[in-house]
């Protein structure tokens, strides 16, 4: 069995380097790197920007020292830049996070994957145009997917829908 990985998006306009969850599909599926770019690395004018998506082991990765180095030997290899350029962070988990404390960091959650933390791709305006209707999929991904209490917040929503004995 392979070990567990993880995506590292490091962009080149912010300096940052940001965690992603592993993904295996084509790019139109990835719906997770479509929102962080969106969100965090798109001008207003609507240009993206400039980066290197690379991956890691995940064990490799948590672990502080072995970190360091992946961190020292990426900004050596790509940039050039002294690795302290970088601040590595986990991208949507701390906007999870920030959800969470709103919620008072109780499970009580009353909008779990609701349509508004739906992690889409920004092409509505292009589907409009296609006379497409709104992009949806099986396989979208929310931001409650990074939530610290989506276990047990999943637990009674399963229990409600009695999916549970």
Known sequence: ????????????????MEELPDFEGTPNEDHVLAALIRQRHTEGSGLTHLGQLMKVDKA???????????LRQLAVKTTGFDPETYKADAGFREDAMACWKQHLRVPECADYKSPEKRLTPNTAQERKEAGLPKYRSEKDVFLCDFCPAKSVVQQKVYKQRGLYN
């Open 1 to 16: 069995m392979a070990a567990e990985q993880i995506r590292i998006l490091r962009c080149d306009q912010c300096r940052t």
């Open 60 to 70: 490799s990765w948590e672990s502080p020292s072995v970190r360091k180095e992946i």
